[in-house]
């Protein structure tokens, strides 16, 4: 079984720059980055690269022996907020130039010499970049090699639990206290307007009949109409009401079909219920859902360990969108120790633009970035809004993934102020420009001590292959990775990197791939950073908590050990968006710390024999690939000495 020398040569080589490329694009734009496999990178690399500049400074450190419970506030921080406290104005000027905000120091942006230096990246370069991965991820003797790694890995991880599985549970049942249902997991990928399930919506809608039936709460053509005859209009009384007459769940015949997963989001095939009662901006301020979503938020906190990544959406049709969404949440006092946000990016821009609501995509971009810029430059013109972004984690980009895409993104394709066509840009042409302004927005926020923002799609769920390679270079995680099955290359690379991935085997049964042929149980042997996450639970779960429900089928049906869980739930805690202190009580002070050291099994319930397989592993592959770059003068070995070369640096 050689590889050929001048293969594993090749590979090796091509493999490290890729590992490269991330690693610049998450420098650039304050992401993280695996620390063990910079750390292999740094030996190569002769000069550090310029990026390592940016290292966060760490916060002050938590005790050893802290409580598992991080220390709140009793003030709900959207109470009380007093304008005047706000951070000044920087009396900065913004202005979109081909797609990217720039930020000058006068308000005069006709003055080029004024311009703030902020990194963002170039375009031609990141097209090179995205070409030469391209490139990579058909070559065969790379493949052969990633695939055999792949296969080494799997099975490595069989011997693993051959010979460790009972050591591991044995480690377990030592913690005192600690199991599977009290230690933290966090739903990483989970949108807000179906985060409740199918029954709480149905009781909340008919509690709501009862309650505010003379509420006006629809304007149709002029006429304002109430609850009562909204309900009228559709024939309906609160007793009529089942979860059958709701039909919000997915069937048999949502599979491969997104246009009617979408219409699913209409309680009773009404859009006109879905706006009253899961929109952010209606008649009603948002009223119902900010309770809805309040009621959910007092479920999380009542079972204490289960946390959240709720997303919301931006559409980027008006400048308006923001400051809406920003006074919905604090005027409602929508917060939860428990949930975080993320906002989703709709790629709707085919259908604003057939509507004739957008000029070009530049426009959609200004509508979606500048208002944040603002808000980052002079707080106080947006108070809800910068409040509200102390809550908010990062980006993710969502729709259908397998519509098919009319353009290739290439140093051809117009620019986004060129492009008014009707078709919708590609994945990566989105993917780059969001990237690009979070980019500058990050340095700008850092530079004012403000949080940064993450960028993590949805991405791999369905579609062509090359949504999974802009995946890999500009977001820190990424939700779903289907695809990856069928891309070694690229799921070797994964790996290597260490990227998140925050997968919903039951969203994708009824949507693309049935529960048996998920690849998550493989991903989880062979290391990837897996964690489950439940996507929508109004239309695919059942009971009141769905996260458990998610975790209980994926351990029947794979037949999971108490380990394989915890470790789960661990990695999702990990990928998540929680801040650093709060992570230092969940995971332990040495969280960040790589290998056993920066496990803790009092709070993780994760044996570092588990821990320490993953460090060792991931370094031997590690190993593998840079001895074969460095020793490229020497003479040629085969793989199994390299992997001897390797396995005897990994014991000294």
């Known amino acids: 079984s050689q590889v050929p020398f001048t293969d594993l040569l090749d590979a090796a080589k091509s493999v490290v720059k890729a590992l490269f490329l991330r690693e610049k694009y998450m420098g650039l734009s304050l992401q993280s980055f695996c620390k063990t496999t910079a750390r292999y990178l740094q030996e190569l690399s002769e000069k550090p690269l310029e990026t390592r500049g940016y290292e966060e400074v760490p916060e002050t450190p938590v005790a050893a022996d802290a409580p598992v419970h991080p220390p709140f506030g009793d003030q709900h921080p959207y109470e009380a907020w007093d304008p005047q406290a706000m951070p000044g104005d920087l009396g900065f000027g913004l202005k979109m130039v081909d797609g990217v905000v720039h930020v000058y120091t006068k308000q005069d942006v006709t003055d080029k010499s004024t311009e703030l230096d902020l990194p963002y990246p170039d375009l031609q370069e990141f097209i090179a970049d995205m070409n030469f991965l391209m490139a990579l991820i058909i070559n065969g003797p790379i493949k052969s090699f990633c695939y055999r790694r792949l296969q080494y890995l799997s099975s490595k991880f069989q011997m693993h639990v051959l010979l460790n599985e009972m050591k591991e549970l044995a480690a377990q049942k030592k913690v005192p206290h600690r199991d599977f249902y009290n ?194 430059v002079h707080p106080a013109q947006h108070p809800e809004l910068h409040l509200f972004l102390e809550h908010v984690d990062g980006f993710d980009s969502v729709d259908d993934e397998s519509k098919p895409e009319h353009h290739i993104f290439n140093l051809d394709s117009p620019l986004p102020g060129n492009w008014v066509e009707e078709d919708n840009p590609p994945y990566s042409y989105y993917l780059y420009y969001m990237y690009a302004n979070m980019t500058v927005l990050n340095h700008l926020r850092r530079k004012r001590g403000f949080h940064t923002f993450v960028l993590r799609p949805h991405c791999g769920e369905a579609g062509p292959i090359h949504h999974l390679v802009s995946g890999f270079m500009v977001s820190e995680n990424i939700s779903h990775g289907l695809l990856l099955r069928k891309a070694p290359v690229l799921q070797y690379l994964y790996y290597l990197a260490q990227i998140g991935i925050a997968m919903s085997p039951l969203s994708n049964n009824s949507l693309f791939l049935s529960y048996h042929r998920n690849p998550l149980p493989e991903y989880l042997s062979r290391g990837l950073m897996v964690s489950l996450s439940t996507d929508d639970p109004l239309q695919f779960h059942f009971t009141k908590e769905p996260l458990m429900e998610e975790y209980s089928i994926a351990t029947q049906v794979w037949k999971l050990s108490s380990c394989d869980m915890c470790e789960l739930a661990r990695n999702s805690v990990l990928m998540s968006g929680f801040s650093h202190k709060v992570k230092s009580y969940w995971l332990g002070p040495h969280y960040l710390k790589e290998g056993p050291e920066g496990n803790d099994i009092r709070r993780t319930n994760v044996p570092d024999i588990r821990v320490s397989y993953r460090f060792e592993t991931l370094c031997q592959e590690l190993t593998l690939i840079t001895q074969a770059v460095q020793t490229e003068e020497l003479e040629p070995i085969q793989e199994e000495d390299a992997l001897a070369i390797a396995s005897a640096l990994g014991t000294q």
């Open 183 to 376: 230690i933290r997991k966090v739903d990483t990928h989970i949108h807000a307007s179906s985060c409740m399930n199918q029954k709480h919506l149905l009781r909340f809608i008919k509690r709501a009949m009862k309650k505010h039936l003379d509420e006006i709460v629809h304007v149709e053509k002029g006429k304002e109409q109430t609850l009562k005859e909204v309900f009228e209009t559709m024939n309906l009384t609160a007793y009529d009401l089942s979860v059958d007459t709701l039909d919000v769940h997915a069937d048999r015949n949502t599979f491969h079909r997104f246009d009617k997963f979408n219409a699913k989001y209409n309680p009773i095939g009404e859009s006109i219920l879905r706006e009253i009662f899961i929109k952010t901006d209606n008649r009603v301020s948002g009223k119902y859902f900010a309770h809805i979503i309040k009621e959910v938020m007092s479920d999380l906190e009542e079972s204490k360990y289960q946390n959240a990544e709720l997303r919301l959406s931006i559409y980027g049709r008006s400048r308006d969108e923001w400051d809406k969404l920003a006074r919905w949440a604090v005027n409602h006092r929508v917060h939860s120790n428990n949930v975080r946000w993320l906002v989703q990016v709709p790629r709707l821009f085919d259908v604003y633009r057939t509507k004739r609501q957008l000029a070009n995509f530049q426009e959609m971009l200004e509508n979606i970035f500048l208002p944040l810029y603002e808000a980052t």
